[in-house]
């Protein structure tokens, strides 16, 4: 049974799709939404419209940016020879609260999943292999999560670049088995970068 | 420290001010949006914006609708000599829910509250006293939240309805008290229909 007029349900099933939010959250969040004043309803509408349409890929490392290169790329203070792989932009903001590291990075936008139909060519390895392949990186460190796909994807992509002849590390142990990075706690993975092993 | 793209971190911003949704949530919902589609994301800027201009408050018993009066004040099955008067228009959709209630609502978009600065000027009081000075009605039955302040606002108004010589009533203690009303189960709202007192 629909009880709200068809924008309103339209508003709350767009709510409803986005990931950790059910049908109850959902009504909420609509319900805010209308409440506010036109601007700010307008606001968030335009923050949603321009941040689809500015952010997009680095070139090199393929983190989220609005320029051609990303800050960290073009920055003449990080070390380009370390290459830092990650799963997702949230995991390169979770290493630089560490305030350690100081490479760059390369973000692959997603692991490699056979379960949920995620293969080599979903996720970007071929742009992290050409980067390799055409700059002088002395190291690249896997730092995908410490789960299945993450230890699949990691596994992977070292054997790839075995030719290569550059010097692939993990991520210690320090970081609890099974759970994910983004939770990880700064000292946790401070530890985990300083403690990395050969692969 | 902002390591996103200004389009990214504002619209983070505009998810983490949604009522219930932290920083980390809002993160979360912004990378996903920008992981859906260009279409996705623009339905989604245009839900928003569809839902703001259509949507407004039924010009009879102030809850939200696409038409000047909504289809509850013009169905001709509802008994139109029963006001039952919510806080909220989800507060409509749980009365609903119980399936026995067969008259109309009036919407009072909030609740008394000294403490947070809202008077009776600032919630649909008065249009409430226009609708009972100006039609035949018999009843009017208090449904606020259970709480202080919808029980404030019950009083409130149920003296305001005295010169009109017409039946107030508040639903039954069947609801938990100090609970929402939103959450409450059918069997509980119907029964505390059922069982209204005079007041």
Redesign the interface.
Known sequence: ?S??????E??I??FAA????GK??A????????SQP?EA???????????????HCCRVCQN????EVCSICRSERREKGQICVVS???D??SI?RGREYNGTYHVLHGALSPMNHVGPDDIRIKELLVRVAENDVEEVIMATNPDTEGEATAMYIARLLKPFNVKVTRLAYGIPVGSNL?FADDATLNRAIEGRTEM
């Open positions: 049974m009880f709200f007029p068809t924008a309103l339209n508003l099933d767009q986005l990931p950790g939010i109850k959250s009504q909420r969040l609509a319900f805010y939404v209308l036109d309803a307008q606001r968030f509408a335009d923050a949603i419209t321009d941040a689809k349409r500015n952010v989220l940016t609005d320029e997702e932009p949230r390169v903001l630089e983004e």
